[in-house]
Structure formats: C-alpha cells, structure tokens
C-alpha cells in the first residue's frame, strides 16, 4: 500500500520558522512529482509548492514565494518545506501530494496541522 506521511508541525509563534517533511512508502520517490498543498480553517484547499522528480525545477504560490522552500531527498523518499516568517495566514493543515510522472497514479497524505500563534 502506498502511504504519505507529513511531520514537522505543530505550534509556532508569529515570525518563527517549521520544516515539513513526508516520507513516502509503497512508491518509488523518484518517479513522483511532489507537492504540498493547504487548507485554512474555513476554506479551501490551496496549492503551495511544487517540486519534479529530481528536484530541479520548484514551483511556489505567490503568497509564499521567499519564504517557503521545497526540497526532496529521494535516497530517503522524502520531501521538505521549510517555512520561514510564518503568519497567523499560514495556519493550516498542510498536505502531501505525489503524482506519478506518467500522470496514472496519485496520492494524498493524511495532512498535518500548522498552528501560527503567539
């Protein structure tokens, strides 16, 4: 079975910094491009990163970009966000997303909450 997994959130206070990994099982990392996506309280999911197979191309939404970075590890079957000047505007369950490079298969992981509050 194939499970995406996110850690790294939690509590933080308004300027501070988090770093969300999802570690992949059941799939070959490397055949993946990864996202991450959120959803604040009372509304809609929204996409916020993106990163291809090998890592070289990212993409951010625009109410992140220079402050959020994706990376990937795919020894590890990892990927990262690391979140810098955090707002009370990034709280949110943040998900994990692959899609498969031949575009048949994706998936979602179970998400993990991101609180931003002094």
């Known amino acids: 079975q194939v499970r995406l997994v996110e850690s790294g959130g939690g509590l933080v206070q308004p300027g501070g910094s988090l770093r969300l990994s999802c570690t992949a099982s059941?799939?070959?990392?490397?055949?993946?491009?990864m996202s991450w996506y959120r959803q604040p309280p009372g509304k809609e999911r929204e996409w916020v990163a993106r990163?291809?197979?090998?890592?070289?191309?990212?993409n951010y939404a625009d109410s992140v970009k220079g402050r959020f970075t994706i990376s990937r590890d795919n020894g590890k079957n990892t990927v990262y966000m690391k979140m810098n000047s955090l707002t009370s505007e990034d709280t949110a369950v943040y998900y994990c997303?692959?899609?498969?490079?031949?575009?048949?298969?994706?998936?979602w992981g179970q998400g993990i909450q991101v609180t931003v509050s002094s």
């Open positions: 997303y692959a899609e498969q490079v031949l575009r048949v298969y994706t998936y």
């Open positions: 059941g799939l070959t990392c490397s055949n993946y491009a």
């Open positions: 990163i291809s197979t090998a890592g070289g191309v990212t």
